[in-house]
């Protein structure tokens, strides 16, 4: 079957940088994403790997393993509104078509 | 910049009315997709669209949802009759194909009293 775990909630402070995990286990893989969701709003895309290694995107880098199945999210440098949840999704192939698996999320709170 | 456009933005039901929601993908995009998000979860794919066919409605309970995309543009969910657990967020995402990112919707919050 399909499942992604990732923490809970996350606490950091104002200017740091946090690392926000996620292990899946999927048939078919076929990348990974990361989307960012502010409270009451709609997800809204950060990130994307398909092979090993680190992507990187101005503050934002996410890293890829996938023979460990296990992904993270560096957030550096910190700010108040990158207090939001950080979902984690997997998309694996079955049955000739291609299905996303989003995990529960990761709501981080940063602190002034 | 083009958006994926969602109404109502609310919606608040008595269980067992009949109620329905619209998507308007980015213009171009091939594949829609409508999630439902329960607070606290992440969000559930309930079916997927490429053009006016359903290619995955596994999740979808049949028995009370339906969705359509008649002319591979917009897109109807409806649910009849709702139930109290329906209360959630129901996203619709857009995506130019099947493998590409997908652009969300700002959703219709749904609240079955």
């Known amino acids: 079957g399909q499942n992604i775990d990732q923490p809970t909630e996350m606490t950091a402070t104002e200017g740091a940088i946090v690392q926000i995990n996620c292990t899946y286990q999927?048939?078919?893989?076929?990348?990974l994403f990361w989307y960012q969701q502010h409270a009451g709003e709609a997800p809204t895309f950060l990130s994307y790997?398909?092979?090993?290694g680190l992507e990187e995107k101005g503050r934002f880098s996410s890293f890829l393993s996938r023979s460990k199945g296990y992904s993270y999210l560096l957030l550096k440098e910190l700010q108040m509104k990158d207090s939001a949840s950080y979902l984690c999704?997997?998309?694996?192939?079955?049955?000739?078509?291609?299905?996303?698996?989003f995990g529960t999320g990761t709501r981080l709170k940063v602190l002034a | 910049e083009a958006e994926v456009a969602q109404s109502p933005r609310y919606k608040i039901t008595e269980k067992s009315q009949a109620v329905a929601f619209w998507c308007d993908p980015i213009?171009?995009?091939?594949?829609l997709y409508w999630y439902r998000q329960i607070l606290g979860q992440g969000p559930e794919l309930l079916v997927q669209?490429?053009?006016?066919?359903?290619?995955?409605d596994s999740q979808l309970p049949k028995d009370r949802f339906s969705a359509e995309r008649l002319k591979g543009v917009d897109s109807t969910l409806k649910i009849q009759p709702a139930e109290l657990g329906d209360s959630a967020m129901y996203l619709c995402?857009?995506?130019?194909?099947?493998?590409?990112?997908?652009?969300f919707g700002p959703g219709t919050r749904l609240t079955v009293l």
């Open positions: 669209f490429q053009d006016e066919s359903v290619v995955d």
């Open positions: 999927t048939s078919g893989f076929n990348g």
């Open positions: 790997n398909v092979l090993d």
């Open positions: 999704a997997v998309r694996g192939a079955a049955s000739g078509t291609y299905k996303y698996i």
């Open positions: 213009s171009g995009h091939a594949t």
């Open positions: 995402a857009s995506s130019p194909g099947r493998i590409d990112e997908q652009f």
